[in-house]
């Protein structure tokens, strides 16, 4: 079975980035997310449009800094998104997921559509004034190189 490569996106400073629609899943292949940098953490937008609930899976990764392999496989159930897609985020370590090539794997249950979109970036909380938790998604800009004149 050969895999299906979900690119990385890159945002641009100053700059605007049109909403990516992701890589089209194919339930037949495995999605397969390369990071540059092992230790950093990703954002996986998965949006579903699958006339049927299925299940899809973050393979526990099999890399040396994999030590939190241990805890298995991430199986998240996507309900009914032929009517209204059913879109979910990840913000994953890449240790808990990483295998020995530098990849993530994404697998999906048969007859699964959608798409799949990657992004490097992390996720950090801090608490509101009065109260809650505020949730920072965190992406990295693509560095400009500017010439003066």
Known sequence: MADTTVHVTTLTQDAATADVAGTAIDAAKVGVIALTKPSRKVVIRIT?????AK??????????????????????NFGIGSVTPVVKYFVLESARFLHD???IRITY?????????????????????????????????ARMLVVPE
């Open 48 to 52: 579903h449009t699958t006339a049927s």
């Open 55 to 76: 299940d899809i899976t973050i393979t526990k990764g099999d890399s040396n800094p994999a030590q939190s392999a241990g805890q298995g496989d991430l199986v998240v």
């Open 101 to 103: 090539d530098g990849c």
């Open 109 to 141: 249950a048969a007859g699964t559509t959608g798409f799949v979109e990657a992004m490097g970036g992390s996720l950090h909380f801090d608490e509101s004034p009065g109260g809650g938790l505020t949730a920072t998604i965190q992406l990295p800009l």
